[in-house]
């Protein structure tokens, strides 16, 4: 694989090398080893050098060119890859080769003069475009959550806090989007979870009502969910639209037909349905399919599953000889005859509908995890409480000389044990005890207190709860208005205060996505300080718009408090920093 | 854990026991020195059954004499569960068997299940037909003694069972090791050595400790003369989950008789003949033969294994002597049961209903057939002698005539009880459930009869007839309530509900029914169990919720598994409502009270997070069955109608409620869904376990304050539990010894009255503590509050301390 021309180009706002072998276009990350853009020529199928190409029906890669290179590279890239599409042009309308559809973006963002091409690999979801690792050869495009702008939306959908921030800051520009989202992947990770999980099938019974349409007609609504349910659960109208459409009936006049006989009258979950068998009309080829109802004592397929022992009724039944008189009519199971056929419609559609789930989450008998017993039978009898409990088995300590530790310890709690206690002498306790409250009755009589003291506690007991009935009065009066621009300051030196502690403190090995270069971090930390200082003007002007609404200043004022104090650390940390900046490099040390 | 009640050392396989199991051991431990019967009601759920074969197995293993115990159950679940129950103990004894010669004691103990053919067969063919009736018959064409003999004088000439024959050559005390088999042990066991499972059992059965089966074997006077007799009279006999006593012993000595059963019973007896016939011509000897026996009255000496149906009356009932001389001839014996068919064929063309005594149906029998009453009581046990004669095969072709047969020998023994004629059905109905427990009471000494719901106690010697020495109801001790039982009279609308007769198909109660049951399936996680009064209530109500859209709801939040007709259909749906609970799907199981289910099948943890009885399980009181008993009851016992159905309702939904729980740390809600379980008189025959819990505000909500009080329950049982039980409703070892040296010392308080006794009895249980401590080392830390309870003070100071201040 001989390299045809090279260059540096970005992609995705990263650096790496554009590199045309003779089989394939690929795109290198600088400092990784494997290419993450890898197309065959075959599969390059168009190729853009400007705008036009923004309403591609598939996504593209799109390259810059760093702006003093570009022209001349460009125009090499552009050369060979028109080449190799009109080739792979020519082959497909031979019709030899059918490759899935690719196409090229590259730009040059020193001038609007952009080259666009736009590979594709195969063809997938819109959202690959962004996501940053498209490996694309891997077949796999890996969908990554973070940066996936409908999952951000959807959490803001979800969230009205998160998304009224995200309107303050985000779009009037305080700080990137981005930067918005780090430190909050969680959210966007748990939404990706919950979204990908697959949803087991709805319970209900097929069972389509049909409407009731003026003119005493009657309706039902076929959506393909409902034929596709209709065939999952009963398998003989499936059998029947094989065998029928479109040879007998079309489709239409099929499902016409089927809604009026018999047979799905038979599998309506309907006890009325017996009922209404002889208002319906016979039909040639859906009576064919009919089936006798289910409604004999024993079911009309019997089965042979093995079932547990300790939930085998019919091993009961047969235990003993029939003995005793026969029940009264009520406790004669099966006596409504009709309601058996739905019953066992229950069944069966709870079986089906449990095994769907259970054959795909593979998660077997949870009971059955036993302890050696063959049946799992112990585990079924087990009194679980009535163990000890099994506190789990601690991890050994290393450390030195262990030895010594503990008999310096035993050695200074036996001294200690050994010191104070002995010497009491119970009985001489006791009498000296005795002898101490002698007499208490008397001396309880005795006891005064002194006046002043007393009234002092009393006066500052009742200040105390007269100031707490004050402020709990006074509490709601602030204005909806300037309360919720209190709030919306606070929210926001919040978030600048979180996205300034998170560029300063973890160290850079440490970070999960975000401005990974030591320049990077701090021209945001400054870019963050920068909003930050602006923090105390915002307080003050929410302050004299409270006093011009006729508020007491000074109580907004406490309310911004912690705020501001929180604000003037971090910019006091800040000054120090930029004061001594060796040892201020942000990341450079920990807290 | 190991402790002593008495000088009984008793082995418990948990490391703590609960408050109310200990009462039970030491109660039944009363028992069984006096040698007399008991009536014993403990909690569901709280480990009865292990309780007491701990007890038991240490009372027999203690003791040189040995007394065999036999335990009856109800279900094959339940006797599976007490085998396994039985086999985690015997295990656990031998673990901590102090010495060689313990552990070899302990290793040679035997217990065994027994249930019937058809669930034991391993045999290629027999084992796959459907009816137990086929595979017995067919089992016994297969191994009766003249088969065998014939196939052995001559191989391959006639067809055996290989299974039956592989243990021909093993003495019986061998063909079994020691140890606990529980049926799937005995089943694998049979596939592995190739021998017959249920053979195993029976021959293995005189050597046995401990024999476990279901009541019928001992009650049923048809089972109990073959499996039964040999136990000897010492022997401990156990009726668990007694709760449905009486009418176990009601059925094995009653019998019904249909129109379709006498036609069969009459082709039967043609065929009797027929063959009666033949072997005249071939070898008319063996009749001659039968003919002198029974001349000399003597009872054939037949193998137990051959025999296949014994005397349906009981033992003491039969009469010792020769059989009459007018049925003795085969022919003879044909004729006169053609006769009696045929009479009974006239008297069910009968157009109204028929109640009579058995002395006024004998007389009546008489002056038409001239049958007199004495051949009528021999006519079993002719009919089995006869059957044998000829070498029949495929009895089971012949069960209606047997039945009949039956029904002659019961007609003509039991004056007491009645026959009655509904069209066209012949009842024969035993109304004293005494008459058939009446031989088990007096023959072994010890009887237990015990249940989680067996309430209120005295009705079941009043009509059982015994006395018992020890009669005893627990209550359940829990540091937290773990069960939540409410009772629901009205819907949110405010219309009361009920299952009475008149308003249960009203559209508004079954509304107000199935918004409980979606209510329930939304807030419940995992299994929902509902119950119904009857069958037939079930059915409807199923449907009339499927027209009313209600299971809709229901379907989006639960699967709905409901009981059917058949047995086996049932099972496998009970297996799917399992897994589904299991899975976390969660379900709906729709059940019936009385029914299949509502016997013998748990619905602990995950399985039942809470149950509904939707109405009270009365019994139909139109059939004419109930009605003769309730008669019989008040004229007999003086137990009234509405006390016996109030008592029978309410056990039953007892039953149902109950088998929601195992263990203290298990939770559930018992729902009541009817407003005449409001009534005072209804839930103070509950027992007194579940009734305590009720409180007067949960005694009376409509169904949206029954669901705030459920989710409120459901919140703080799902905090953790805390580990603050032990002590109060978990005993360990010290807690059991202190309790003991409490009750010492009580009892020692009536006798003397000493001050310092007090102080005494705290010392002896701290010495407890001590000793046990001592054993381990290194847990000083976790002793401390032990240490600190009497602050710092050693007891033996205390105690010398005049504290007479």
Redesign the interface.
Same mark, same amino acid.
């Given at each position: 694989m001989s390299t045809v021309c090279t260059a540096r180009a970005s992609y995705k706002k990263s650096q790496g090398l554009l590199e045309l072998t003779s089989t394939h276009l690929q795109w290198t990350q600088d400092r990784k080893e494997l290419p993450a853009v890898h197309v065959a020529h075959t599969e390059v199928s168009s190729l853009f050098s400007s705008k036009e190409g923004a309403a591609q029906q598939w996504p593209q890669f799109h390259f810059h060119f760093p702006p003093p290179l570009a022209l001349t590279e460009r125009e090499t890239f552009k050369a060979q890859l028109t080449t190799i599409i009109s080739n792979n042009r020519a082959v497909r309308e031979t019709g030899v080769l059918q490759p899935p559809q690719t196409s090229i973006q590259a730009a040059t963002p020193s001038s609007n003069d952009t080259t666009h091409r736009a590979p594709l690999p195969t063809p997938s979801r819109p959202s690959t475009s962004r996501a940053e690792s498209v490996s694309s050869n891997q077949g796999t495009p890996a969908n990554d959550p973070i940066n996936d702008f409908h999952l951000r939306k959807k959490v803001l959908v979800k969230t009205p806090e998160l998304a009224v921030l995200h309107r303050e800051l985000v779009r009037t520009g305080h700080i990137t989007e981005t930067e918005f989202w780090e430190g909050r992947e969680h959210l966007l990770l748990a939404q990706a979870a919950s979204d990908s999980q697959k949803k087991g099938r709805p319970g209900q019974l097929v069972d389509p009502r049909p409407q009731a349409v003026e003119g005493g007609e009657v309706k039902i609504v076929i959506t393909p969910q409902l034929v596709h349910d209709i065939f999952d659960e009963y398998p003989v109208v499936a059998k029947a639209y094989d065998e029928n459409v479109p040879g007998k009936l079309s489709e239409a006049e099929f499902w016409k037909r089927y809604f009026q006989s018999k047979l799905f009258h038979s599998h309506r979950a309907s006890i009325r349905s017996t009922a209404t068998q002889h208002v319906v009309k016979d039909d040639t080829i859906f009576d064919k399919y009919l089936e006798k109802p289910d409604d004999e004592l024993e079911p009309r397929k019997p089965r042979d599953d093995d079932v547990d022992m300790f939930i085998d009724l019919e091993a009961t039944r047969e235990d003993h000889e029939e003995t005793g008189n026969e029940n009264d009519v009520t406790m004669q199971a099966g006596k409504q005859r009709g309601a058996l056929p739905l019953i066992r419609k229950f069944n069966e559609h709870s079986e089906r509908l449990l095994k769907s789930a259970i054959s795909t989450d593979g998660t077997g008998k949870r009971r059955k995890v036993d302890t050696g017993d063959s049946h799992g039978y112990y585990s079924q009898i087990d009194l679980a409480d009535l163990h000890n409990l099994e506190s789990p088995a601690g991890i050994l300590l290393e450390m030195q000389d262990r030895q010594r530790y503990f008999e310096a310890r035993a050695g200074a709690a036996a001294s200690v044990e050994q010191a104070p206690r002995p010497a009491v002498d119970f009985p001489a306790a006791l009498l000296q005890m005795r002898r101490d409250l002698e007499g208490w009755q008397v001396h309880l009589a005795q006891l005064k207190t002194e006046r002043k003291a007393t009234e002092a506690a009393l006066v500052s007991m009742t200040q105390n709860v007269a100031t707490r009935l004050d402020v709990h009065k006074r509490k709601a009066d602030i204005p909806e208005e300037i309360f919720r621009q209190m709030r919306t300051c606070q929210m926001a030196a919040n978030e600048f205060l979180r996205q300034f502690w998170s560029v300063i403190y973890p160290p850079i090995g440490e970070t999960v996505g975000g401005p990974s270069t030591l320049a990077q971090r701090t021209a945001k930390a400054a870019r963050m300080a920068g909003y930050l200082t602006k923090t105390p003007e915002k307080v003050m002007a929410i302050v004299n718009a409270a006093e011009t609404a006729g508020l007491d200043r000074g109580r907004v004022q406490t309310g911004m408090q912690p705020t501001l104090d929180a604000v003037n650390k971090a910019l006091e940390f800040w000054e120090t920093r930029k004061a001594a900046p060796g040892s201020g490099a942000p990341g450079a040390r920990r807290p | 854990m190991k402790f002593f009640i008495d000088d009984l050392p008793i082995i418990f396989p *948990?490391?703590?026991? /609960?408050p109310e199991q200990y009462a039970y051991m030491c109660d039944l431990k009363r028992t069984l020195d006096a040698t007399g019967h008991c009536v014993l009601e403990m909690p569901s759920g709280t !480990?009865k059954t292990?309780s007491l074969l701990s007890l038991i197995i240490s009372y027999q293993q203690f003791f040189p004499v040995k007394r065999k115990l036999i335990y009856c159950s109800?279900?094959? #679940?339940e006797i599976?569960?007490a085998l396994?129950?039985l086999k985690?103990l015997m295990e656990y004894r031998i673990s901590v068997a102090e010495t060689e010669e313990q552990r070899a004691k302990e290793k040679a103990f035997i217990g065994l299940g027994l249930?019937?053919r058809?669930?034991l067969c391993i045999h290629p063919e027999v084992s796959k037909e459907?009816k !137990?009736?086929v595979v017995d018959a067919r089992c016994r064409d297969l191994t009766n003694s003249v088969v065998a003999n014939e196939a052995r004088a001559e191989p391959g000439s006639i067809e055996v069972c290989d299974f039956h024959e592989n243990m021909n050559d093993i003495p019986n005390e061998n063909l079994l090791a020691p140890g606990i088999w529980?049926?799937?042990d005995i089943l694998q066991h049979g596939r592995d050595t190739a021998t017959c499972p249920y053979f195993t059992i029976r021959r293995s059965m005189p050597f046995v400790d401990v024999i476990i089966y279901?009541f019928? *074997?001992l009650l049923?006077p048809?089972?109990a003369e073959q499996v039964s007799k040999e136990m000897s009279k010492d022997s401990i006999v156990v009726f668990d989950e007694a709760h449905n006593i009486d009418?176990v012993c009601?059925?094995?000595l009653?019998?019904?008789l249909t129109r379709p059963m006498l036609d069969a019973a009459a082709r039967s007896v043609d065929k009797l003949a027929d063959k009666i016939d033949e072997i005249k011509k071939t070898d008319a000897s063996k009749l001659q033969d039968e003919y002198a026996k029974l001349v000399e009255g003597l009872q054939e000496a037949v193998s137990d294994e051959d025999a296949f149906?014994s005397n349906p009356a009981l033992p003491e009932d039969l009469l010792k002597e020769a059989v009459p001389g007018n049925i003795r001839k085969a022919e003879h014996f044909v004729a006169f049961l053609k006769r009696l068919v045929e009479y009974l064929k006239t008297r069910m063309r009968v157009l109204h209903v028929v109640a009579e005594t058995p002395l006024s149906f004998l007389q009546h029998l008489k002056d038409i057939t001239y049958i007199e009453r004495r051949p009528l009581r021999f006519c079993a046990e002719r009919l089995q002698s006869l059957v044998r004669t000829l070498e029949l095969n495929r009895l089971d072709e012949y069960s209606s005539l047997q039945k009949v047969a039956n029904f002659a020998t019961l007609v003509s023994t039991y004056e007491k009880d009645n026959a009655t004629v509904p069209n066209p059905?012949f009842?024969f +109905?035993c109304m004293d459930p005494a008459i058939a427990i009446k031989p088990v009471f007096e023959r072994f000494s010890s009887v237990v009869i015990t249940s989680g719901t067996i309430s209120p106690l005295d009705m079941y010697p009043k009509m059982l007839q015994f006395t018992p020495v020890v009669q005893e109801t627990y209550a359940m001790t829990l540091t937290r309530n773990a069960f939540l039982p409410l009772v629901i009279t009205r819907g949110s609308d405010q219309v009361a509900i009920s299952s009475r007769f008149e308003v249960r198909n009203d559209p508004a109660v079954v509304r107000n029914f199935g918004t409980i049951l979606v209510e329930y399936s939304k807030i419940v996680p995992d299994g929902v169990v509902a119950f119904f #009064?009857? *069958?037939? /209530?079930m059915?409807?109500i +199923?449907?009339?919720w499927?027209?009313m859209g209600i299971?809709?709801e229901v379907?989006?939040?639960?699967?709905?598994? +409901?009981?059917? #007709?058949?047995?086996?259909?049932?099972?496998?749906?009970?297996?799917?409502y399992?897994?589904?609970c299991?899975? !976390?799907?969660g379900?709906v199981l729709l059940s019936?009270a009385?029914?299949?289910?509502s016997?013998?099948?748990?619905f602990d943890h995950n399985y039942g997070r809470a149950v509904i009885m939707f109405g009270v399980p009365y019994? *139909?009181t139109?059939?004419r069955?109930?009605k003769a008993r309730l008669e019989y009851l008040r004229d007999a016992y003086r137990i009234r109608e509405s006390e016996f159905l109030g008592f029978d309702a309410i056990r039953n939904a007892a039953q149902c409620v109950g088998r929601a729980l195992? !263990?203290?740390?298990d939770w559930g809600l018992m729902v009541f869904a009817d407003k005449r379980f409001a009534r005072a008189d209804k839930r103070a025959k509950l027992p007194r376990w579940i009734n305590q819990y009720i409180t007067e505000t949960a005694a009376n909500l409509s169904t949206d304050m029954a669901l705030t009080l459920s989710k409120l329950f459901m919140r703080t049982i799902s905090q953790n539990a805390g580990?603050n039980?032990t002590g109060v409703s978990?005993w360990t070892v010290e807690d059991v010894e202190k309790a003991q040296a409490a009750q010492r010392q009580t009892e020692a308080e009536q006798n003397v009255a000493a001050k310092a006794k007090p102080l005494q009895a705290k010392s002896q249980g701290d010495q407890g503590d001590q000793r046990e401590g001592s054993g381990i080392p290194m847990d000083e830390d976790d002793d401390d509050d032990e240490y600190y309870d009497d602050g710092g003070?050693s007891d033996r100071?205390l105690e010398?301390?005049n504290l007479d201040?």
């Open positions: - | *948990y490391d703590r026991i /609960y !480990g292990v109800r279900t094959v #679940p599976e569960k396994s129950e985690r249930t019937s058809k669930n459907k !137990g009736k529980t049926l799937a279901s019928h *074997y049923d048809k089972v009418n009601i059925e094995s009653s019998i019904d149906t059905v009842h +109905v #009064p009857s *069958y037939l /209530y059915e409807s +199923v449907a009339a499927n027209d299971l809709n379907w989006k939040h639960k699967l709905i598994f +409901v009981e059917t #007709p058949d047995a086996n259909e049932t099972s496998i749906a009970l297996e799917n399992r897994r589904a299991d899975n !976390g799907r379900a019936v009385r029914g299949k289910v016997e013998g099948i748990d019994q *139909y139109e059939s069955i109930l195992r !263990g203290k740390t580990e039980s978990l003070f100071v010398g301390v201040i």
